[in-house]
């Protein structure tokens, strides 16, 4: 099988995966199972066969930008590049459906940074950083005492993150 070809699947199962989640918000597998576990965990299984097969043998590396252009060169390599952001990019997108139920966001203001996140990571999730926060001042939470840490959010967000999975 080429790059090319595995690149199609793998992007086909994550536009399912993204689809299944702007869809589907309230069916608990979707973000139990398959968002978070079965399709991330095949991405990661790719991503490793290819990164443990190829990495100390190609050139290039992560000490320049012309070091990774180098180590990109090698088409199994920019694809295995290519699946991590995949995965990652669908863990947070999950995690914002899950967070956003936990908090009450409709799904309606959601499905935009759902769409951001799949296109460009870091922007949707953001995004819904921002959204949730504003859903926050609208529905009165200012009023509750909050520590303005980022440690304080993260740690508010695992716990509801954690809860859900329960």
Not at 58 to 72: K, R
Request: overall charge positive.
């Amino acid at each position: 099988m080429s790059p090319q070809q595995v690149f199609f699947i793998a992007n086909s199962l994550a536009l399912v995966s993204w689809i299944m989640l702007a869809i589907l918000p309230r069916r608990p597998w979707v973000t139990q199972v398959v968002t978070t576990k079965l399709v991330p965990g095949l991405f990661t299984i790719l991503y490793t066969a290819i990164a443990v097969s190829l990495f100390w043998r190609s050139p290039g590396g992560f000490s320049t930008l012309a070091s990774v252009a180098v180590l990109f060169s090698n088409p199994w390599l920019l694809l295995a590049g290519w699946v991590h952001y995949l995965a990652f990019d669908l863990l947070i997108g999950s995690w914002e459906l899950e967070d956003s139920r936990a908090r009450g966001i409709p799904h309606l203001m959601v499905v935009p940074c759902l769409l951001l996140t799949f296109m460009f990571g870091p922007a949707g999730w953001l995004l819904y950083r921002i959204v949730r926060s504003v859903r926050r001042r609208d529905s009165g939470d200012l009023l509750t005492p909050t520590n303005s840490t980022a440690s304080a959010s993260i740690s508010t967000d695992l716990r509801l993150w954690n809860s859900n999975k329960r």
